[in-house]
């Protein structure tokens, strides 16, 4: 079984510690942790009843167990191996996936350098404005 910080880098997620010391994913409107026995939960936290009737009918729908049911929020486990519920985890609880950096190729490097030329900032220095 995976732990959080793996499932976290599989995934590029930042993970946090919450006020218990618990490693966790934080989302726009909640969180995933690890320490349930069937896999990891989220915790959605919508502002409206309608809001997570609708996150827990998708999470219902795609095989999560619903532990915690209240009015406008819950917890659900789902399967980490399960790469469908993991996905579905990620974007329900609105969590912001780190961009992955990449090498520039040549014709990037050069649009770079043409712009840094071309930029406010260089056609405002005294020198080239001719004073």
Not at 45 to 72: H, I, P, Y
Request: hydrophobic share 35%.
């Amino acid at each position: 079984m995976e732990t959080i910080g793996q499932f976290a880098e599989k995934y590029r997620e930042k993970t946090k510690r919450d006020e218990c010391g618990d490693t966790i994913i934080p989302g726009k409107t909640g969180h995933i942790a690890e320490g349930f026995v069937a896999g990891f939960g989220i915790c959605a936290m919508e502002s409206t009843r309608k809001r997570w009737g609708n996150v827990r009918r998708k999470l219902e729908a795609a095989g999560f167990l619903v532990r915690q049911d209240a009015d406008t929020e819950g917890v659900a486990i789902f399967d980490p191996a399960n790469k469908h519920q993991a996905k579905l985890a990620l974007r329900l609880v609105r969590v912001k996936t780190r961009r992955q950096m990449v090498a520039p190729s040549p014709a990037q490097l050069a649009v770079r350098e043409r712009f840094a030329r071309n930029s406010r900032l260089n056609r405002s220095l005294p020198e080239q404005a001719g004073i």
